[in-house]
C-alpha cells in the first residue's frame, strides 16, 4: 500500500486547510485510515480516524469540532478538513493505514498502522 498525502501549507489561526491523502496498491475500501501528527520535539500522535466503510470516525478530544476526516472510495481518497486552526495544530501530518481488511478504528489504533505516508507540513501561525 502506498500513501501520498498533500495539501498542507503556511496559513493563520482560524483559517482552514484541506489534507488529502491518495492510495495505490491493496483494497482502499476494505482499509480503516486515519491521520496522525507530530509537532516538534513530540510524540506522533493519533488524529482522526475513520472506518473502512465510512460509518464510523473517531477524534482526538483537541480536534473534535474542528476537524473532519471522510472518504471517497470511489477515488482510493481520504480527507481530513481542518478549520478553525490554532498554532498548537503545527505539524507534519501523515496518513497512515494497517492494511487489514474490515477492522475497527480502535483496533487498527491498538495494533497500529503499518503504511505511511510521507507527511505533510502544516504551520498555523498566531
Known amino acids: 500500500v502506498q500513501l501520498q498525502a498533500s495539501g498542507g501549507g503556511l496559513v493563520q489561526a482560524g483559517d482552514s486547510l484541506r489534507l488529502s491523502c ?6 482502499f475500501g476494505a482499509y480503516t485510515m486515519a491521520w496522525y501528527r507530530q509537532a516538534p520535539g513530540k510524540e506522533r500522535e493519533f488524529v482522526a480516524g475513520i472506518r473502512w466503510n465510512g460509518f464510523s470516525t473517531d477524534y482526538k478530544d483537541s480536534v473534535k469540532g474542528r476537524f473532519t476526516i471522510s472518504r471517497d472510495n470511489a477515488k482510493n ?4 478538513q481542518m478549520n478553525s486552526l490554532k498554532p498548537e495544530d503545527t505539524a507534519v501530518y501523515y496518513c497512515a493505514t494497517d492494511g487489514r481488511t474490515f477492522k475497527t478504528i480502535q483496533d487498527m489504533r491498538a495494533r497500529g498502522p503499518n503504511y505511511w505516508g510521507q507527511g505533510t507540513q502544516v504551520t498555523v501561525s498566531s
Open 22 to 27: 491518495a492510495a495505490s496498491g491493496g483494497t
Open 77 to 80: 481518497t481520504v480527507y481530513l
